[in-house]
């Protein structure tokens, strides 16, 4: 099957490129998938859920976490210019430099900022900015490595779990993901304004979602190698007796964000969004969706 073709090879390039992370009893790492950020226009799903996500990201980085970003994280599918988004949502972007500056960032590539594998136009967009205020180039991620795969590796019992976008195999996603782009970007960007669907996206097609999940889930009983992913929007952290397959879920929910936590060597699903207090004044407040689940509990 090409899709486990696809996530051993994620698996052994992230050996080969040595980016494996140790988890032991101090690791504290947020994970967010499907950010899917945009130009702040009407056909930006990431722009109702801006202020949900940088608070999170604020309190994160405040509490000394590492930012795994899962993929999709820029809409460059229906906006071309990272330029645009960048500028669209420069408060984000400050913060993410924050972390970045901290060596607390890993930015994976999907399928919907795919062209950031390519180093060259990487470095183009994410190295630097123009500061329309200063009138000036600065730094913005200089020299960052935007990976497809990582793995984290628990010191007390050996498991792995691989983190993957979770595209991997997907043939409209994945070789022909730029059939998907030009799609997207002269039909479906306009038609879901208007409530469409695009077929081919997991996200909407619940028959595609759930064959990318047993193909995973197929794998990992295999490999005895957990996956940690985005790209079907559905969040989802295992049973004790399921396979470890792990789900960030998206950033661009009607109401509100989900991720992930690690720590301390156990995962917790969470949800990050505006509710009212007993006197009606908004708030945003996490909520702890399912977890924790520990290496010790995983099998594999």
């Known amino acids: 099957m090409f899709g486990h073709k696809r996530l051993t090879e994620c698996y052994f390039k992230a050996i080969r490129n040595q980016d494996t992370i140790e988890v032991d009893d101090d690791t504290r790492i947020i994970f ?21 996500y940088y608070h999170a990201l604020d309190y994160y980085f405040k509490n000394e976490y ?7 994280g820029d809409e460059l599918w229906e906006y071309s210019k990272f330029s645009h988004i960048r500028r669209a949502h420069s408060d984000v972007f400050c913060l993410l430099k924050k972390y970045f500056d901290e060596k607390r ?10 062209a950031f594998r390519h180093d060259y136009i990487s470095k183009h967009d994410l190295t630097y900015f123009y500061d329309e205020y200063l009138d000036i180039k600065t730094p913005l991620f200089p020299g960052i490595n935007v990976k497809e795969s990582l793995l984290l590796k628990d010191r007390h019992t050996d498991k792995e779990v691989l983190v993957v976008h979770g595209h991997q195999g997907d043939f ?32 909407k097609n619940r028959v595609k979602r759930h ?37 960030t ?22 949800h990050w969004s505006i509710i009212p207090d007993d006197q009606g004044r908004l708030a945003i407040r996490k909520k702890i969706m399912k977890g924790p689940l520990s290496f010790d509990e995983i099998r594999l």
């Open 211 to 247: 064959k990318i999940e047993k193909s995973f889930s197929k794998w990992i009983r295999i490999n005895h190698i957990g996956i940690l992913c985005g790209h079907t929007h559905r969040p989802k952290l295992p049973g004790q007796l399921d396979a470890t397959y792990l789900n």
């Open 172 to 203: 409209m996603n994945d070789q022909g993901w730029i059939i998907s782009l030009f799609l997207m970007r002269i039909f479906w960007r306009y038609m879901h304004m208007v409530g469409l669907r695009n077929p081919s996206s997991p996200s």
């Open 249 to 270: 879920g998206c950033c661009v929910h009607p109401r509100g964000i989900t991720g992930i936590e690690l720590v301390g060597r156990k995962f917790y699903l969470i």
């Open 105 to 114: 960032l890993y930015y994976l590539f999907g399928n919907h900022n795919m």
């Open 66 to 72: 590492t930012y795994i970003e899962v993929g999709d």
């Open 32 to 52: 967010f998938s499907d950010v899917h950020r945009g130009d702040n226009s009407m056909s930006d799903e990431f722009a109702h859920n801006q202020n949900v």
